[in-house]
């Protein structure tokens, strides 16, 4: 009977250390991706200097450096995306946090999303003013509340709770985002005299009105554990009024993430990608409908998006790595950093126009 334990202990022994190797195997392949985006149809090529395009791929650039130190080292996708959401944050550059739009009444209203593919967990902020980095504010939603979204004053006495940094609103006033909240209040006014003389709208000012529709940041991200996540952050829209809130701080619409499929950020018309449930609409023709990335990507962004009436973006990394970053307007602040396996040269690219 003791030789039998013995033998048994020996095989039962062998066994948990094969499948503890192969679990290690599998979590420790040292490839990853990092995709991000600044915002997709702000942009007019012809009015873009050297100069100009320069200082925008520095900001991304900035992004994708503090993404892939924490991916490199082994970190989660979950702490990249955040981290990498964050600097955009911080730039005056991009249509979230420092540099947020301003709403009709004048003042900044910020939303952010943030998903956890490997367990599907989810945490959201939307209207908020005072939250110096909304990103932060949604993982602390998802993690140390039994929430998914909160929002206004209750979402930054929330944070303020958990230590989250709390700064007077004037620290998101942006000489240059104000002049836009301006010449959008100009463009209502004109449009008000157009209507009550039954004037055609002027190519110029719809062109502009349809610009100030956009304006988000986002990442997305593979870990060497296999894991995705994706993040949002977002000021909205010049001149929102009522409260509005668009499709990045909404899940399954301008964020998502599923260790099955994908991780997506979105960028543009917020109302049509929430009519499309644009992000969850594309995981969902992956799983169930056996669609590579390209193919879901490219037929709701490229298709279905644009017979709305709506345009934009998004960003996505699927489960094996792949890459997609489709869009309909003229231009999208986008870039990517990955290593395909252990060893393997790091492949980097930030890019603006098509």
Not at 69 to 80: Q, R
Not at 167 to 194: C, H, M, N
Request: charged content about 20%; glycine content about 12%.
């Amino acid at each position: 009977m003791r030789i039998l334990f013995i033998i048994l202990f020996t095989v039962c022994s062998s066994t948990l250390l094969a499948q503890q190797a192969t679990v290690s195997n599998k979590t420790n392949t040292g490839k990853y991706v990092l995709v991000i985006h600044g915002g997709a149809g702000t942009l007019n090529k012809s009015q873009f200097t050297p100069a100009l395009e320069a200082k925008y791929k520095s900001g991304l650039d900035s992004a994708l450096v503090v993404g892939n130190a924490i991916l490199e080292k082994g970190g989660t996708a979950l702490d990249a995306v955040e981290a990498t959401v964050k600097v955009l944050e911080n730039n005056p550059l991009f249509n979230a946090g420092k540099g947020a739009v301003f709403t009709n009444e004048g003042i900044n209203e910020l939303d952010a999303a943030i998903m956890d593919g490997k367990t599907l967990a989810a945490g959201s902020i939307a209207g908020v003013r005072t939250i110096k980095n909304p990103i932060t504010a949604a993982r602390a939603v998802m993690e140390k509340s039994e929430h998914v979204l909160l929002s206004g004053r209750g979402a930054e006495a929330f944070a303020a709770m958990q230590g989250i940094e709390i700064v007077d609103p004037s620290y998101f006033y942006t000489p240059e985002r104000w002049k836009g909240l301006l010449r959008a209040k100009e463009r209502d006014s004109i449009d008000q005299l157009k209507k009550a003389s039954q004037t055609a709208y002027n190519d110029e000012i719809d062109e502009q009105r349809r610009k100030d529709k956009y304006g988000t940041v986002g990442a997305v991200a593979l870990d060497t554990h296999g894991n995705l996540a994706a993040a949002t952050s977002t000021g909205g829209m010049t001149n929102k009024k009522w409260g509005r809130i668009g499709d990045a701080p909404i899940i399954g619409s301008g964020t998502y993430a599923n260790n099955k499929t994908v991780a997506i950020s979105c960028t543009g018309w917020g109302e049509y990608f929430l009519r499309l449930v644009m992000a969850k609409s594309i995981s969902d023709r992956m799983e169930f409908g056996g669609q590579s990335l390209t193919l879901a990507s490219e037929t709701l962004v490229m298709k279905e998006l644009p017979a709305l009436g709506g345009d934009g973006g998004l960003i996505a990394v699927d489960k094996n790595g792949n890459i997609a970053l489709p869009f309909c307007t003229e231009g999208m602040y986008r870039g990517f950093i990955k290593k395909e396996r252990q060893g393997a040269a790091v492949v980097k690219d930030i890019l603006i126009f098509k």
